[in-house]
């Protein structure tokens, strides 16, 4: 039985060595820029559209499968939330700027030429700014007309960050096309979802969840190091 096992053991290590040094690893770095579209997610219900934002960021890649990798990015991105007046003439935005390093499942396929991908993980986020930009006292809305005669949550206008870290998971996906052996363009759309609540939500406060929701849209590029 043991002379049986180390047979075993040797023809595994046989057809494994062939494998390990089939595909080289590849190891790549770029930039990338690109939209932001997002929202959040309050609970009670605010009435709220899509803000529009900006994201840039550098990339770094590890190839070692030929269908897997690692990809792991430093990226600045504007998320927030925008109010939904019926009323056109009011406008109110609270933008906030994250530090943002996302860490992802690479998974690849196609041809030499055009790749398509999907990307998987989490993202931790350290809110370093954040702004209100708006045509009214929002600190003032009981004096407002408009606020007097239509039932909506106010509270959000004027509250305090609770927590400036964020965490919480993404999927994107998108197209790859190798211009030559070195470099390469892609185009990328992503989903994040928080997990962690913007604003305080304690039993007592107005809100029991306040996480962010954003959409991406980039546009990057890689320079293959190895």
Same mark, same amino acid.
């Given at each position: +039985? ?9 023809? *595994?290590? $046989?057809?494994?060595?062939? /494998? #390990?040094?089939?595909? !080289? ?33 550098? +990339? ?9 990798? *690692?990809? $792991?990015?430093?990226?600045? /991105? #504007?998320?927030?939330? !925008? ?144």
């Amino acid at each position: +039985m043991r002379h049986l096992f180390l047979i075993l053991l040797m023809t *595994l290590a $046989a057809l494994s060595t062939p /494998a #390990q040094t089939h595909y !080289k690893g590849k190891i790549s770095v770029g930039g990338k820029a690109g939209a932001t579209f997002s929202r959040v997610n309050f609970n009670p219900t605010v009435e709220q559209m899509m803000l529009p934002g900006m994201t840039a960021g550098v +990339m770094f890649r590890y190839v070692e499968e030929n269908h897997f990798g *690692l990809v $792991a990015e430093l990226n600045l /991105a #504007q998320r927030g939330w !925008k109010e939904k007046f019926d009323d056109s003439q009011y406008r109110y935005n609270h933008r906030f700027t994250y530090l943002e390093l996302p860490v992802m499942t690479h998974i690849f396929f196609g041809n030499k030429r055009v790749k398509g991908f999907f990307n998987l993980g989490p993202e931790i986020n350290v809110m370093i700014a954040h702004g209100v930009s708006s045509n009214f006292e929002y600190g003032s809305t009981e004096m407002m007309d408009y606020f007097a005669q239509n039932t909506r949550h106010v509270e959000q206008l004027d509250m305090s960050i609770d927590s400036k870290l964020d965490y919480g998971i993404f999927a994107g996906a998108g197209m790859e096309i190798n211009l030559n052996t070195k470099n390469s363009l892609l185009l990328e759309g992503r989903f994040y979802y928080g997990l962690t609540d913007v604003f305080p939500n304690h039993k007592t406060d107005v809100f029991s969840s306040s996480n962010s929701m954003s959409i991406m849209v980039t546009l990057g590029y890689f320079y293959r190091l190895k």
